[in-house]
C-alpha cells in the first residue's frame, strides 16, 4: 500500500514538471481581483458623469454625444486599462518569483500572443462601430473578443482561463440581443467576473499551492 502511494506521489510530480513545462502558472488571482476593482471603479466613474447630466446609458447610442462626455468615456477607459494591466504585471510578476518561474518565458509570450490577436481585431471592430455609430454594440463586442481571446490562451495556462472566456463570449453575445442592457453587461463581464474568477484562482492556486494541476 505504501509503495502504490509512493508511485502515485511520484506520477504526480512528474506531471507537474511536465505541467510547468508546457503551461505559464504564474497568473495570479489577484490581477483579477483588481482588473474587476478597477473596471467597477470606472463603471462608477461613468454612471456618475451620466446621472449628474440627467443622462442614461441609452442616451449615449441613442443621441448625439457631447464632447465633454465621449472625452471623460475615453479617460476612463484608459485609466482603467492602465490600473488593470499594471495590477496584472505587479500581481503576475510576484507570482511568479514565488513558483520560480520566469515572467517572460516561451509560455507567456504564447499567452500574450494569443489573447493579443482576438484583443486587437476587437478593437479594431468597435472602432468600425463607432465609426458607423452603432454604440449599442461597443460593449457587447468588448465582451464578445475579449471571451474569445481568453479561450484562445487558455490551453497556454490554467484551464479556469477558458471558462472565464466561455462566461464572457456567452454574456457578451447575449448582451448583443438586449442592447439595453450593454452597460450592465459590461460590468458584469469585466468587473463582477473578474472578481469571482481572481477569489477562486487564488483559492485553488495560491492559498493550495499543491493544486497546481487542474
Known amino acids: 500500500m505504501t509503495e ?9 510530480e512528474i506531471r507537474t514538471i511536465m505541467d510547468r513545462s508546457s503551461r505559464f502558472i504564474s497568473l495570479s488571482g489577484l490581477s483579477g481581483i483588481g482588473a474587476g476593482l478597477s473596471a467597477l471603479v470606472g463603471v462608477a466613474a461613468i454612471q456618475w ?6 443622462l442614461t446609458y441609452q442616451n449615449l447610442y441613442n443621441d448625439p454625444v457631447k464632447q465633454e462626455t465621449g472625452l471623460f468615456l475615453a479617460a476612463v477607459a484608459v485609466v482603467v486599462l492602465i490600473l ?4 496584472a504585471v505587479y500581481f503576475t510578476t510576484r507570482n511568479a518569483h ?16 494569443n489573447l493579443s490577436i482576438p484583443l486587437a481585431a476587437g478593437g479594431v471592430f468597435c472602432l468600425v462601430l463607432l465609426y458607423h455609430q452603432y454604440y449599442s454594440l461597443i460593449a457587447p463586442s468588448m465582451l464578445v473578443f475579449y471571451g474569445l ?5 487558455g ?14 463570449l456567452a454574456l457578451g453575445l447575449l448582451a448583443c440581443f438586449i442592447v439595453d442592457y450593454g452597460f450592465l453587461a459590461w460590468a458584469l463581464g469585466f468587473g463582477v467576473l473578474h472578481l469571482v474568477y481572481g477569489a477562486v484562482m487564488y483559492y485553488k492556486y495560491e492559498r493550495s499551492p499543491q493544486q497546481v494541476l487542474n
Open 98 to 113: 514565488k513558483v520560480k518561474q520566469s515572467v517572460w518565458n516561451s509560455q507567456a509570450q504564447r499567452v500574450v500572443v
Open 149 to 153: 481571446g481568453l479561450i484562445n490562451c
Open 155 to 168: 490551453k497556454y495556462t490554467y484551464r479556469d482561463i477558458r471558462s472565464l472566456g466561455f462566461c464572457e
Open 49 to 54: 458623469h451620466l446621472s449628474s447630466r440627467g
Open 84 to 87: 488593470a494591466i499594471s495590477t
Open 4 to 12: 502504490q502511494h509512493e508511485q502515485l506521489a511520484a506520477l504526480r
